[in-house]
């Protein structure tokens, strides 16, 4: 794996300075909705569409107010309480500016020993949408998946697959990955992209250039090493690199974390964030490549402080890429308090802001997402879980010069 040069590295150490502005968010978050497992998307018009899951069911539904208020939802999947989510396999959503809605969930198959990938559409802002169909029927099992629009909004979904147990050396599932060039109506047969996936880690796509695809994921190596790599196609997802080990990590564990890596792009730079153990220690990491994924820069640490950092999510926010994550306070309860949900975000020359803590209801926060409109408008969400009980919480924010919560 190729390092980069002593002065690429100064500039990493250089890049732990705080920049100049941050984000102001909501002094105390708000449950906006039943459910759980959420997706945003916000629109230049302050429109938020918010994805989610309840009682077996996936619905959309919309706030023309920014978020204040939501209006009644519209059920996503066709067959009434077929939607499997949990955690890394939970569903997606990408919105295409011409009023197109793009949905990818995890469906039972009959006799529930099994799942496939349902898809299904809108192309009228959301408000109906197609009979569903699946991503890739010839498949024995797909799960832990993602999906993403190309900035030529071709549609991707990348996943987990069964059908190549026995041929790999060290996991039992492979990543493959499907593209649709005509809006969703059906999609291109699979490509594979590696064997030797951690099972239950989701992948991750990301674009950069005219036709550079890159897809990341967790990858088992010998004596159960499961460290974070990354492949690269030049031809739009036709054919796939080797992946590239992102840092060497050697993250020995017997059993899958349930932990994937998380990316995005600004410009040709491509950042990738991960958890994993080091020295004995959970861990939330950065890195970047300006190669088109051939090397990456050295990891810095994202969760300064922060206890047990875990599931980033990445998106580029403007000329920055925004990171949310989940993790505890390390004072709170001997550092068992309940998970927080952190923000910060980084800017083209790789220097990051100042860690904010978002907080949470009271409960636990878990696998939180972004959504970036702007000018300078953000939208974080999570799942809280009380008396079993699960709600879809939001924080708002907006980018101020010089504003950092004092949380």
Do not use: C, Y
């Given at each position: 794996m190729r390092r980069l040069s002593s002065a690429a590295a100064l500039s990493i150490l250089l890049s732990a300075a705080p920049v100049t502005d941050s984000v102001r968010f909501e002094p105390k978050p708000r449950a906006v909705s039943s459910g759980r497992d959420p997706v945003l998307h916000v629109r230049a018009s302050g429109a938020v569409s918010l994805l989610k899951v309840d009682g077996g069911n996936l619905y959309l539904e919309t706030s023309n107010d920014a978020g204040d208020s939501f209006?009644?939802?519209?059920?996503?999947?066709?067959?009434?309480?077929e939607v499997s989510s949990h955690g890394e396999s939970s569903p997606r959503l990408a919105i295409r500016n011409r009023g197109e809605f793009y949905v990818l969930?995890?469906?039972?198959?009959?006799?529930?020993?099994?799942?496939?990938?349902?898809?299904?559409?809108?192309?009228?802002?959301?408000?109906?949408?197609?009979?569903?169909?699946?991503?890739?029927?010839?498949?024995?099992?797909?799960?832990?998946?993602?999906?993403?629009?190309?900035p030529q909004g071709l549609v991707y979904a990348a996943w987990l697959d069964g059908r190549d147990r026995g041929k790999g050396k060290q996991g039992s599932s492979a990543v493959y990955i499907a593209r649709s060039t005509n809006k969703g109506v059906s999609f291109e047969p699979a490509v594979r992209v590696s064997l030797d996936s951690c099972p239950c880690c989701r992948p991750w796509i990301s674009f950069s250039g005219a036709n550079n695809v890159h897809v990341g994921w967790r990858r088992v190596l010998e004596e159960n090493i499961r460290d974070i790599f990354i492949s690269t196609s030049t031809d739009g997802g036709k054919t796939f690199a080797d992946g590239v080990r992102v840092a060497e990590d050697n993250w020995k564990i017997n059993g899958c974390p349930h932990s994937g890596p998380a990316m995005a792009s600004i410009g040709n730079r491509l950042f990738a964030s991960w958890a994993t153990v080091r020295d004995e220690k959970a861990q939330l990491y950065l890195a970047w490549s300006d190669d088109n994924g051939k090397s990456f820069t050295k990891?810095?640490?994202?969760?300064?402080?922060?206890l047990d950092p875990n599931h980033p999510y990445l998106i580029q926010a403007g000329s920055k890429v925004a990171i949310a994550f989940q993790g505890r306070q390390?004072?709170?309860?001997?550092?068992?308090?309940?998970?927080?949900?952190?923000y910060r975000e980084v800017d083209a020359a790789g220097v990051l802001s100042p860690l904010q803590r978002i907080g949470n209801l009271g409960a636990s926060a878990s696998y939180p997402v972004v959504a970036y409109e702007d000018p300078g408008r953000l939208f974080v969400a999570w799942t809280e879980t009380v008396n079993e009980k699960r709600s879809v919480v939001l924080s708002r924010g907006r980018?101020?010069?010089?504003?950092?919560n004092a949380r």
């Open positions: 209006e009644e939802r519209v059920r996503v999947n066709s067959t009434e309480g969930w995890q469906a039972r198959k009959e006799g529930g020993e099994s799942s496939e990938l349902h898809f299904a559409r809108s192309t009228g802002w959301g408000e109906s949408f197609t009979k569903s169909f699946a991503v890739d029927p010839a498949s024995p099992s797909q799960n832990f998946f993602n999906m993403a629009l190309s990891r810095i640490t994202v969760a300064d402080g922060v390390q004072k709170q309860n001997e550092g068992w308090g309940p998970v927080n949900t952190w980018r101020v010069a010089g504003a950092v």
